[in-house]
């Protein structure tokens, strides 16, 4: 999974809780991304990030946060955890934002489960 | 927003026939990607192909692109058992002022032996 690792790989939790879902790269790629995927919905953007201390809402940031104090860390916090956030957490890297070749690579996903 | 829809959303097949699944996007875009994804696991980049090809080839896969259609297929040849897996297209889009892929909601395939 090219270098990436998402952590934990399964959680459950309750709602209300706070959640933190932690990305780590090595490939020092500039370009990091969060994703939820869901049945009927695909991959749906969440936040991403531009560079350290950089980072912007996605299609679907409501009641999620992120930060990125390192190249290497991209950390996706949900504040106080509901049952819609039940879904798998996808975190991709890429070098190159938009335009010619934005290629992105894949953690192996995180499984959230809130109950 | 999904820029991009795929179909069939499942596909069946025995080993070693043709695989075909399409892609129809909504607006003008750089380039289209197609993307692999097993069980479990997350997605896999396969080919890109850029607006102004129509056609691109990747072992046994080949993908093509029709702009003014808005549509693009991915054609598994020989079709083995390892292609079974989810596929999905993606394609570039403005929002909020940066360009990211957005992803349409896959085909999944499956290989019969």
């Known amino acids: 999974d090219a270098g990436i690792t998402q952590s934990p790989r399964h959680k459950v939790t309750e709602t209300g809780t706070p959640v933190t879902l932690r990305c780590h790269q090595t490939?020092?790629?500039?370009?990091m991304y969060w994703y939820r995927q869901d049945p009927g919905h695909g991959l749906r953007l969440i936040h991403y990030s531009y560079g350290v201390k950089d980072t912007d809402k996605g299609e679907v940031s409501d009641g999620y946060s992120v930060s990125r104090s390192k190249t290497e860390d991209f950390l996706l916090t949900l504040e106080s955890a509901t049952s819609s956030q039940t879904s798998v957490y996808f975190c991709?890297?890429?070098?190159?934002?938009?335009?010619?070749?934005?290629?992105?690579?894949f953690g192996a996903g995180t499984r959230l489960s809130v109950l | 927003s999904q820029q991009g829809e795929e179909d069939p959303q499942a596909l069946s097949i025995q080993e070693g026939e043709n695989a075909t699944m399409n892609c129809s996007y909504k607006t003008s875009i750089n380039n289209l990607q197609w993307y692999r994804q097993n069980s479990g696991r997350g997605l896999v980049h396969l080919i890109l192909?850029?607006?102004?090809?129509r056609e691109k080839h990747s072992g046994r896969l080949r993908v093509t692109l029709d702009t003014s259609k808005k549509s693009s297929s991915l054609l598994i040849t020989a079709s083995r058992a390892a292609d079974t897996a989810s596929y999905f297209c993606?394609?570039?889009?403005?929002?909020?002022?940066?360009?990211?892929?957005?992803f349409g909601q896959g085909t999944r395939l499956t290989i019969n032996p």
């Open positions: 490939e020092n790629h500039r370009y």
């Open positions: 993606a394609t570039d889009e403005m929002i909020q002022g940066a360009q990211k892929l957005v």
């Open positions: 991709a890297i890429s070098d190159v934002a938009g335009g010619r070749k934005n290629i992105q690579y």
């Open positions: 192909i850029r607006s102004n090809e």
